[in-house]
């Protein structure tokens, strides 16, 4: 069964403070991994898909990465408008077109 | 830019009754979905749909519900007999290819089930 593990389940920063979210899974063959934002009483936001270990890709504050078994989610000098639920989730190979998700970190940044 | 446009954004209704939740996807999308979120839980999927049918569902998805593309523009999930268990947040998506091009999610419908 896909599982997907995101770590911290909260985390609190300072406006610049940055940091990096985790998002572990097991997939048998993974064909793309996402990363959504969340505000509350939200539909999921799309941030980015990385398909191969290896990857990056970018967008404004934000860095997601992949490796074979992790992705990260870079926030460099995040601000308050940052803060949200951060959604991983998974596609796997023979999956269809479904997506499996974690449970989300949920960042606060203070000023 | 465009969006996924979903009503009603929140339908309270007793055990028992049939509800329809509707979802205007992103016009050129092709292929479309219903996933849920419980309070406090994951997002689950339910259910995708391309080329009028059913292509993939979710052990959740079982008789109680089902899925309609009654027009060009729109796509409907009913609960035949709503359970309280089935209160949660409903969120209709759409992609333009199949996964793991980007898939775009509307806001949701929350469903209270009394």
């Known amino acids: 069964e896909d599982q997907v593990t995101q770590s911290p389940e909260a985390l609190r920063l300072q406006e610049g403070e940055s940091s990096s979210l985790n998002c572990s899974y097991t997939?048998?063959?993974?064909?793309?991994l996402f990363w959504y934002r969340q505000d509350p009483g939200k539909g999921p936001e799309f941030l980015f898909t990385?398909?191969?270990a290896g990857e990056e890709k970018e967008k404004e504050r934000l860095k997601a990465t992949l490796t074979k078994k992790e992705s990260f989610l870079h926030i460099t000098a995040p601000k308050p408008e940052d803060s949200a639920t951060y959604l991983c989730?998974?596609?796997?190979?023979?999956?269809?077109?479904?997506?499996?998700f974690g449970t989300g970190t949920q960042l606060k940044v203070e000023l | 830019e465009p969006e996924v446009t979903q009503t009603p954004s929140h339908q309270v209704t007793q055990m028992g009754q049939e509800v329809i939740l509707r979802c205007v996807p992103i016009?050129?999308?092709?292929?479309f979905y219903w996933y849920r979120q419980i309070l406090g839980q994951k997002v689950e999927f339910l259910v995708s749909?391309?080329?009028?049918?059913?292509?993939?569902k979710s052990e959740i998805f079982d008789d109680q519900f089902s899925v309609e593309r009654p027009d060009g523009s729109n796509f409907t999930l009913k609960i035949r007999s709503t359970k309280l268990e089935d209160s949660a947040m409903y969120f209709c998506?759409?992609?333009?290819?199949?996964?793991?091009?980007?898939?775009?999610f509307g806001a949701g419908t929350r469903l209270s089930v009394l």
């Open positions: 998506a759409s992609s333009e290819a199949p996964l793991p091009g980007g898939l775009y």
């Open positions: 997939v048998s063959g993974l064909r793309g």
């Open positions: 990385l398909y191969s």
């Open positions: 989730a998974v596609q796997a190979a023979g999956g269809g077109n479904k997506l499996t």
């Open positions: 016009s050129n999308h092709l292929y």
């Open positions: 749909f391309y080329n009028n049918e059913i292509s993939e």
